[in-house]
């Protein structure tokens, strides 16, 4: 087993980036802040729907994106951390 950051047996995970406002549909214009509560985690996400890798673009955590005409998917990985499901 990995001994992870606060002692146990169990790796920590990095928590899973939230949006705000909540997931749904946005005008036009409207600021999206992603977060995580991983501290230095990096989050990447994509526009296209697709479930992003490592090597896509990044938004630090309370960064912010504007809502278009696509579909936001983000995840949060920090090195030496199991990715969030």
């Given amino acids: ?35 995580t509560a991983t501290p230095g985690a990096t989050i990447a996400y994509t526009l296209n729907g697709v479930d992003p890798v490592e090597t896509d673009a990044a938004v630090v955590s309370g960064g912010t994106l504007v809502a278009g005409d696509y579909t936001l998917k983000a995840k949060a990985w920090k090195q030496g951390f199991p990715p969030a499901p």
Avoid: R
Avoid at 9 to 28: I, K, N, Q, T
């Fill in 1 to 35: 087993m990995i001994d992870d950051v606060d002692g146990d047996e169990a790796p920590d995970l990095v928590e899973a980036p939230a949006v705000s406002p909540a997931a749904g549909s946005y005008a036009a214009g409207q600021l999206i802040t992603v977060t």
